[in-house]
């Protein structure tokens, strides 16, 4: 053996311990990769069902929001209809109930003045 055998034989080696040296660690991200495929298929797996429950919410809360525009429209309808009865009340019937209040009001009124001339008298 000649020095430049041994000198193969040694480069030889080094190289082989070298390669040694960075295959832990390539084996090592090989399973940290294997790790993070089967978490991100587990959150998939996770995530679609929740994603399915929330369109069908959404839906759902679609629907309550019409049902609820429906009924406050029809609650404006029924206020404006109020408003414009107890308009026409106050128009047609108010004049005349004030005047018959007051009317009523001026009745009693002389009508006790006279019982308590009256009552002076006896």
């Known amino acids: ?3 430049g055998d041994v000198a193969g034989l040694i480069a030889a080696i080094a190289f082989v311990l070298l390669v040694g040296f960075l295959a ?3 084996i090592k991200l090989g399973r940290v990769l294997d790790e993070t495929r089967s978490s991100v298929k587990e959150i998939t797996d996770h995530t679609v069902p929740v994603l399915d429950e929330t369109a069908t919410l959404v839906a759902s809360s679609n629907t309550q929001l019409e049902n609820i525009d429906t009924v406050t429209t029809a609650a404006a309808q029924v ?3 109020v408003s414009a009865l107890t308009s026409l ?4 019937v108010g004049g005349p109930m004030i005047k018959a209040a007051a009317f009523s009001y001026g009745v009693r009124t002389a009508l006790s003045g006279l019982a308590a001339s009256a009552r002076r008298g006896r």
Not at 89 to 92: L, N, V
Request: charged share 10%; no cysteine.
């Open 1 to 3: 053996m000649s020095v």
């Open 24 to 26: 832990v660690p390539l």
């Open 79 to 81: 206020s404006e209809n």
């Open 89 to 92: 009340f106050a128009a047609t």
